[in-house]
């Protein structure tokens, strides 16, 4: 019976989560905060390893990055080829981050999980103060070295985990003196379907893909996320960023408690 009801709490917690994540991301991002627990929560019934979840959430999340290059299509024609270096510094790191993630244990990564949604969170929580002071660091100047080469270690996180890396990608632009918004738009859009992209397919080769719930996920995530997409005016997005946060450290503490319940310190 108690058997029976977590299947079925599982079965439409996920559809919902999946729905409001591909929301959340249009929006303001985070929403691997409520897609991720939401296959947790049901990955031990049905015998769903932790990296095998985290590859799941990345390949079903992706349909949305694909949507935001339709949505920017007329700003990357318009840079055309200037968009290869970092668009391959972008796929680079992100395969590493999916090497990575691959040569993970289960075990491991359950743990590193809350100190990742952790650090997303923080992000989160510092993304306009912070790069209003990382703006500064350019003196003005375009540094295209040094985003080619941050552009690889920050798609190394997405690629291995993914939230919070948006923000990661808008400070590295601030830092090299990207400040041009349709620049940073048309960018931030390439470098994410790149660098996550690279790394689903890769999860997909090696098998690690439940498509059970990959295929409902990535459907309800690419209609929240165009849901999302267009009702994103009408909301605040200051407000939003602090809820997308806030649900970040709730889910944090969920996981360290999980974690420490399963291995309590002695």
Known sequence: MAESFLRLLYASWLP??????????????????????ALFAGSAAIGIGAVMVQATNTVALWPGQLTGLIAFRKELREYGWELLPLGTAAGIGGWIGGFLLLRTGNHMFRQLLPWLLLFAAVMFVLSFPLGRWLQTLSGGKRHNKLLIVGMVVVSVYVGYFGAGGGFLVMALFGICGVHDIHEMNALKVLTAAVSIGIPAVSFILAGKVEWRFCLVMAILAALGGYVGAHYSRLINQAIMRRTVAAIGFMTAAYFFVQNYAAHPVR
């Open 16 to 37: 919902a989560a999946s729905f409001f994540a591909g929301v959340l991301n249009s929006i303001a991002g985070g929403g691997s905060f409520l897609s991720l627990p």
